[in-house]
Structure formats: C-alpha cells, structure tokens
C-alpha cells in the first residue's frame, strides 16, 4: 500500500512521525521479494529511503531490530534491515535519542524465521518552541506471537524493559508521549505497567484495522500521553486507508 501511504504522508502535516515494519535495503530501491516459513510477498527495498524522499524537511531516525535476505525482480539476493523510525520535522530541536531492545537483540538472519522476533523501541526528545517544553515520544512495534495478543510472560518482560525506556525519557522530558503497534490486547498488563509511570491510553477498545484487515480482533494500535489535558486532538483515523493499521493522529 505505499502509494496511498506516501500521497497521506505529503498531506498530513506530522511533526514527528512514527512508523513500524519499516525496511532498509542499502543501495535498492523499488520492490523486492521476502519470505519467510510461512509468508511470501512483495515489499519496498528501502520504504526508510522512499518515506524520506515524501518528507526531506524531516530528520530521520531508523533502528534495526534484525535483518535477512531479500530478492530483486531478476532473483538477486540483498540484505535487507527491518525495524523502525521516527521523523522529525526540521522546525523541532531534536534534544534527546535513546533506544532499547524490548525484547530478544538484533538478530543478523541466514533466512527469515516465522518465530517471534526481536523489537526494538526508540525515543526522541524535542522543543516544542512555542512553549518551551520539551516531549519525549517514545515507539516501538511490540512482539507478535502466532498464538494470540494474551498476555505472555515474553510480554511482561517487554513492558518492563519498555518502561526502563520511559523513565529515562521522562527525566528530561515535561510531557511523554508512548505510541506504535503493541500488538496487544486493551486490558493487557502493559497498561499497568506504564500507568504507575503517569502513562493514560488514549486508545481503550476501539478499533484500530481498517478493512485490510481480515482478523476477528481489532485491537492492535495504542498512544497513551503523561499529561492527558495537554491533548487537543485525538483521533483513529479509518479514511485513508494507508495500511492494515489505521493511523493514530495526536496534537498536543
């Protein structure tokens, strides 16, 4: 879906932008082959490189969870990163970078697995000029496991090693903001977890799969923000659809 991703991308006016499953390919461009044990399927070479060419007035940050082959149209083989990045709009002081595995560490793969993955999460800081306060956003793409979104004790421990992240942000931070794809359910333990650091979800019950998306469960997508009276906009946004996960728009 990346044309209509990157036609959104152009128009929706993000300060700071968070994407997961996001790849990196050095030197393609265009698409490219990946399959792992169970899935095969087209995806962008360098969806970090194309994301920057739609927003080159951002900063990009990109960390690498793991990495594995991938084929070219003609069957060549390259390697290929995939985790996450965070853009930020130049007119933002960048102030602050920390990231963390959440769970498992970088892993540099012969062929893709269809078994849990590693994930990373990362934390930006930056001034907000107009009132001098500095907001930490904090992301990450938690890990998927075959047998459901339940809690697991692979889960907990990510939610504490999540929240080892926080409290580092949050120490120069005057507003924290934690966001991305938990792949988790509303009453997971997470949310526990992170609201005895004054962490309030945003998100509850509601849906966050646009049609895209054929699963029974709708719950995958969740921001929770420090301070909720800073919040002058929240919304799950069904149109467009520029992915299987609606987007998750915040103004602050």
Not at 49 to 74: K, M, N, T
Not at 188 to 196: A, D, K, R, V, Y
């Amino acid at each position: 879906m990346f044309d209509p991703l990157a036609g959104w991308l152009g128009t929706v006016g993000a300060d700071v932008l968070c994407l997961q499953e996001v790849t990196r390919t050095p030197r393609r461009t265009g698409w490219v082959r990946y399959a792992n044990g169970e899935n095969a399927f087209p995806q962008r070479a360098n969806l970090l490189a194309d994301v920057r060419q739609v927003l080159p007035a951002h900063q990009a940050i990109f960390v690498a969870a793991e990495s594995g082959p991938v084929l070219d149209p003609s069957g060549g083989r390259h390697r290929q990163d995939f985790g996450i990045a965070t853009l930020v709009d130049e007119h933002l002081p960048l102030v602050g970078l920390d990231t963390a595995f959440v769970h498992g560490s970088f892993t540099d793969h012969d062929s893709w697995p269809s078994t849990i993955a590693p994930r990373a999460a990362l934390a930006v800081r930056v001034l907000d000029r107009t009132t001098g306060r500095r907001v930490a956003v904090i992301q990450l793409h938690g890990l998927r496991d075959p047998s459901g979104k339940h809690d697991t004790a692979e889960r907990r421990a990510q939610a504490r090693r999540l929240a080892e992240l926080v409290q580092r942000s949050q120490r120069d931070a005057d507003l924290t903001v934690v966001c991305g794809d938990l792949n988790l359910l509303p009453d997971s333990e997470t949310f526990q977890i992170l609201g005895e650091l004054g962490l309030v979800d945003l998100v509850g019950t509601a849906d966050t799969r646009t049609s895209h998306y054929p699963k029974p469960v709708r719950h995958a997508d969740y921001a929770l923000v420090s301070d909720p009276s800073a919040v002058t906009r929240f919304a799950i946004l069904a149109e467009p659809e520029v992915s299987d996960h609606r987007a998750l728009l915040l103004e602050l």
